[in-house]
T-cell receptor, first 116, second 110 residues
Framework: DAGVTQSPTHLIKTRGQHVTLRCSPI?????VSWYQQVLGQGPQFIFQ???????GRGNFPDRFSARQFPNYSSELNVNALLLGDSALYLC???????????????FGPGTRLLVL | ELKVEQNPLFLSMQEGKNYTIYCNYSTTSDRLYWYRQDPGKSLESLFV?????AVKQEGRLMASLDTKARLSTLHITAAVHDLSATYFCAVANTGNQFYFGTGTSLTVIP
């Protein structure tokens, strides 16, 4: 079975540009979460979506937005890119928020974004 | 917001030795996770700990949870080079949003 997939794997942008990152969850998973991992740090929660609805948002500016599609795939959009947005962006999928107490999140390979 | 702290941040140990990584978190949670990350790779789930006193073991790794102390430990027994990686603990809130620690970069020296 395919795991979580993300595209593109790498991306180089310049300041002020816009970027769209894509994620496809594990088959049967309806919840997708996005994380930003800056080099040398742990992942930071950005968004969680379930059934196309935003279920949670981390402490990120409005330049960050996301959406989930009927097939449960998701996009993360970042506008007006800053140098500090350079990071590994991870997508994680799970069955549903709190579906099972032992539920875990399964992470994709990530998209490495470099802003110049 | 949940705060999760790990220590040490960096750990260099010889093969065959034992060591423990500590994870403290700031508010009550019913779930704690341990993940492994190899350089340039994504996160691999290691353990899910659900209740006070929970202990799980896989090979040379053993994780435990003390919810009263808000503390989890990841114990490494007789380390081998293949265990070299960065280890993260993460705590989930009621909405299943994960908050990660700073990570512990482990290097096992032959």
């Amino acid at each position: 079975d395919a795991g979580v997939t993300q595209s593109p794997t790498h991306l180089i942008k310049t300041r002020g540009q816009h970027v769209t990152l894509r994620c496809s969850p594990i088959s049967g998973h309806k919840s997708v979460s996005w994380y930003q991992q800056v080099l040398g740090q742990g992942p930071q929660f950005i968004f969680q979506y379930y059934e196309k609805e935003e279920r949670g948002r981390g402490n990120f500016p409005d330049r960050f937005s996301a959406r989930q599609f009927p097939n449960y795939s998701s996009e993360l959009n970042v506008n007006a890119l800053l140098l500090g947005d350079s990071a590994l962006y991870l997508c994680a999928s799970s069955l549903a928020p709190g579906a099972m107490l032992q539920e875990t999140q399964y992470f994709g390979p990530g998209t490495r974004l470099l802003v110049l | 917001e949940l705060k999760v702290e790990q220590n040490p941040l960096f750990l260099s140990m010889q093969e065959g030795k034992n060591y423990t990584i500590y994870c403290n978190y700031s508010t009550t949670s019913d779930r704690l996770y341990w993940y492994r990350q190899d350089p340039g790779k994504s996160l691999e789930s290691l353990f899910v700990l659900l209740s006070n006193g929970a202990v799980k073991q896989e090979g040379r790794l053993m994780a435990s949870l003390d919810t009263k102390a808000r503390l989890s430990t990841l114990h490494i027994t007789a380390a081998v080079h293949d265990l070299s990686a960065t280890y993260f603990c993460a705590v989930a809130n009621t909405g299943n949003q994960f908050y990660f620690g700073t990570g512990t970069s482990l290097t096992v020296i032959p």
